[in-house]
């Protein structure tokens, strides 16, 4: 987790100053509340995932916690607002 984000931080052209210390890996999803999964799997829904608070900040001490990759996919490029939109969608045609 640590090496990718290092990678990723460069081709991003982020700021990055984690060491493997500050990359806390809880028993379940902070966001979501499932538990990881720790098994290499195909679906990686449920796997531990490394992510930028502030995608801006980039991967420093402070700005990074680990959520469910599915989590993660689901915070990835949508704003507060689309996200209470859609939920006022469901809620509306899923009681």
């Known amino acids: 987790m640590l090496r990718n984000a290092r990678t990723r931080a460069k081709t991003k052209g982020l700021p990055f100053d984690l060491v493997l210390e500050d990359i ?3 028993e ?3 966001v979501l509340g499932v538990e990881f999964r720790k098994e290499v799997v195909r ?11 502030l995608p801006e900040l980039g991967y420093i001490r402070g700005n990074v916690e680990v ?7 689901l915070k990835n490029d ?3 607002e689309e996200i209470e939109a859609v939920l006022s969608y ?3 045609h899923n009681g």
Do not use: E, G, Q, W
Request: aromatic letters at 6%.
């Open 24 to 26: 806390v890996i809880p």
């Open 28 to 30: 379940r999803c902070p």
């Open 67 to 73: 959520i469910s990759f599915r989590a993660n996919k």
């Open 43 to 53: 679906n990686m829904r449920y796997c531990a995932s490394l992510d930028r608070i």
């Open 90 to 92: 469901m809620k509306k």
């Open 78 to 80: 949508a704003t507060v």
